[in-house]
């Protein structure tokens, strides 16, 4: 099945250093959510880029969609150490819209 | 409850055994969707459920995984003979209609085999 692959698999930042991780796929996406897993905890819901070019801002989070729609990325400004934990982006998609995870990212900041 | 309930949170069972384990979704919503996530692995999709029909089990990795969700609320993801390999931890999440919506997840079952 299609794959949806991140880079870095691990990054390690000093707290108030900037992160980006980056989402590629070979085919057209038709749609990419964002969601975070804290260690031992659950996949949480951050956004849903659904347009082509389109980029969302939460608070220190800017989310972007390529404009061939393959690829997404996800940048933090400034870390706290409150960002920790696996970033994923992944597709809603199949008949049942079920989501398929990417490869993730795993965030440690340091204090 | 307010969020998805999932227990229970751990399970820890002998080669052989059968288990179940058991999801409450959000209160109202249509969809729920089982995932497995090994141990530094993303989430993978077992099934998926609409109301009370099961409309997609492709994911389940055997004939020994089986789910049911019988009235349209609670569901029952259940691993009969479990093996080591069934070690995971089981996502369940659920979503308002399945239409590319948000899915909220619970915490999860984390199933030990030994």
């Known amino acids: 099945g299609q794959q949806v692959m991140q880079i870095p698999q691990y990054q390690h930042v000093q707290e108030g250093e900037d992160f980006t991780t980056y989402c590629n796929s070979s085919t057209t996406l038709s749609n990419i959510q964002w969601y975070k897993q804290r260690p031992g905890g659950h996949p949480v819901f951050l956004i849903q880029?659904?347009?082509?070019?389109e980029v969302k801002k939460q608070k220190r989070l800017t989310f972007q969609f390529g404009e061939a729609k393959k690829n997404s990325s996800l940048h933090i400004t400034a870390t706290q150490t409150t960002d920790v934990g696996t970033y994923f982006c992944?597709?809603?998609?199949?008949?049942?819209?079920?989501?398929?995870f990417g490869s993730g990212t795993q965030l440690t900041v340091l204090p | 409850g307010a969020g998805v309930s999932q227990s229970p949170r751990y399970k820890v069972a002998k080669r052989g055994q059968d288990v179940a384990l058991r999801c409450d979704p959000i209160?109202?919503?249509?969809?729920l969707f089982w995932y497995q996530q090994a141990l530094g692995q993303g989430p993978e999709f077992l099934t998926y459920?609409?109301?009370?029909?099961?409309?997609?089990k492709s994911g389940l990795p055997s004939d020994r995984f089986f789910a049911e969700r019988p009235e349209g609320s609670v569901s029952t993801l259940k691993i009969q003979r479990t093996q080591q390999e069934d070690s995971a931890v089981y996502l369940c999440a659920s979503s308002f209609s399945g239409g590319g919506n948000i899915q909220y997840f619970g915490a999860g079952t984390r199933l030990s085999v030994l």
């Open positions: 880029l659904v347009k082509s070019g």
């Open positions: 992944v597709e809603a998609s199949g008949s049942a819209r079920q989501l398929t």
């Open positions: 459920f609409q109301n009370e029909a099961q409309l997609d």
């Open positions: 209160s109202g919503h249509v969809s």
